[in-house]
């Protein structure tokens, strides 16, 4: 096989676990993005049930709309700035998070923040599971009242396997899926809007009726409000922190890096504010129809309550297909391929779907999702201090260390530039560990536990800091061999070294 024009490494040696036709980077004229496309994609990624429940859980746990829709605001702003920053390498040169990640943490040590990308994005394929499940229990309830809870954990294994038999059909399934998946989501958020605002009397009576049941209620007072704010905050922006470390993956189809820039600039804060707005004035809406005045954070349970079978039928319905796009597209393909490119001989992408699968039920996505609370205060702001130290560590690397500037043809080499010490750079490691202790220490240390409320800062602020330090020493060049070494691949022909 032979890697051809569009990749010709001036090297002696490539390993195949480093080189392949999806990581390789792609060439200037292949990459046609616009400004248009990035907005298109903000609006697929962010119109999903877990934005919905993002929005409905911080009304749930005690914000007015005006503070929830703020905050929400605000968190978007501020992880558009490691966003837009990370996708200046995939843009320049064509590459994708696995590759670019090479450069801070060796080639073969970038396999550990691949992994944890991984894990994260295992986790969601949990929740998105449970969520499918739950549509799928509540249209059976639908159709046949009387049957029992115990159900509920038939549809979520159902459903569970349903993932892996669209998957089975192949990519034009999947593709067809995603086109599918923002639009309905969209129109069941629009149907809840109007279904509630006709349940109380209008859209500017729900907005204020609910602020006055908060204001008589424990909740929204001011001091509650700013114990709550920061780590909503924190999960806002961990929300996003998957994306904000794998961007290039989709920067590195950009025409410019004037069309990523802007294109997200305008995408990901409008869409999250608008399909948010929905679930923050679906939210507040039952506050006001509720008699107990609580507010109603899941729509699988008020799509449930419809009086009409056929329309809540037919609302669950899109629930699930949004479910399973959201799913399948950013929750299963992605770890199971980095599953997979960690030993390529041993594990296929159908062993990495299975193992993708298997700790998608190991996280007990039932219970990240219990409660508000739990779902934005324990999973998002969790795992924003694992993979916040990883952005800050890549952006500081990038900008600071290497002044923009990458050797691509060495990101896919043994014995290059980013050789480091046997493939890992322990600089790295040890400022990724630095950012997840500091920023994971509040979970274990009480008196220490508004560290983990600012998890995604603290991480990413300590562990760029420590990067910096580190890579600062008079030996770090030192490490860097100045000559590829030779290492022979088996079935694996390359080209003579260019001139």
């Known amino acids: 096989m032979s890697l051809g024009p569009k990749l010709r490494l001036r090297v002696h040696g490539v390993s195949n676990g480093l080189w392949n036709e999806d990581l390789a980077a792609i060439p200037k004229e292949d990459r046609t993005w616009g400004i248009y496309n990035y907005i298109s994609l903000w609006l697929a990624m962010s119109v999903c049930i877990p934005t919905y429940m993002l929005a409905s859980g911080l009304i749930a746990v005690g914000m007015s709309w005006k503070q929830a829709l703020g905050t929400i605001l605000l968190g978007n702003v501020i992880v558009l700035v490691p966003m837009v920053l990370n996708a200046h390498a995939g843009a320049k040169y064509g590459i994708p998070f696995p590759v670019f990640v090479r450069a801070s943490f060796g080639v073969l040590g970038a396999n550990i923040p691949a992994m944890l990308r991984a894990l994260v994005a295992c986790g969601w394929f949990g929740i998105q599971c449970w969520i499918g499940g739950e549509a799928l229990f509540s249209m059976l309830k639908v159709v046949v009242p009387s049957v029992g809870a115990d159900w509920l954990w038939a549809c979520f294994a159902a459903f569970w396997l349903l993932n892996m038999a669209v998957v089975g059909r192949g990519i034009e399934t999947v593709k067809r899926l995603r086109t599918l998946g923002a639009p309905l989501t969209l129109v069941v958020g629009l149907a809840l809007l109007l279904w509630m605002v006709g349940q109380v009397g209008g859209l500017g009576a729900v907005l204020i009726d609910a602020n006055a049941y908060c204001a008589t209620s424990r909740q929204a007072m001011p001091p509650h409000f700013w114990k709550i704010f920061f780590p909503s905050l924190t999960g806002i922006v961990g929300f996003w922190a998957t994306v904000a470390v794998s961007i290039p993956d ?9 069309a990523q820039m802007v294109g997200q600039a305008i995408g990901l804060p409008t869409a999250m504010t608008l399909y948010s707005f ?52 950013s929750n299963l393909v992605t770890p199971a391929r980095i599953f997979s490119s960690l030993r390529p001989d041993m594990i296929s992408f159908r062993m990495g779907e299975l193992i993708t699968r298997t ?37 500081v690397d990038y900008f600071v260390i290497r002044g923009r500037s990458l050797n691509v043809n060495e990101l896919y080499v043994r014995g290059g530039a980013y050789e480091y010490a046997a493939g890992y750079n322990r600089r790295a490691l040890v400022a990724l560990a630095s950012g997840v202790a500091v920023a994971l220490v509040g979970l274990f240390v009480p008196s220490l536990h508004w560290l983990y409320q600012y998890a995604w800062f603290v991480g990413f602020a300590v562990a760029a800091l420590v990067y910096l330090i ?30």
């Open 250 to 258: 989709f920067s590195r189809y950009a025409r410019s890096q004037k």
């Open 278 to 329: 929905i679930g923050i004035a679906v939210t507040s809406a039952t506050v006001i129809v509720n008699p107990k005045h609580t507010a109603i954070w899941n729509p699988i349970e008020l799509i449930a309550r419809f009086h009409q079978p056929v329309v809540a039928v037919a609302g669950l319905v899109a629930i699930l297909l949004a479910a399973l796009n959201t799913n399948i597209a």
């Open 359 to 395: 700790l998608g039920l190991a996280c007990m996505p039932w219970r990240l999702v219990a409660d508000p609370e739990r779902y934005i205060q324990g999973w998002l702001v969790g795992y924003s201090g694992l993979l916040g130290p990883i952005a800050g560590i890549m952006i």
């Open 470 to 499: 580190l890579m600062s020493g008079p030996d770090v060049r030192a490490m860097i061999p100045p000559n590829p070494l030779l290492i022979p691949v088996d079935g694996l022909k390359v080209e003579p070294p260019m001139a």
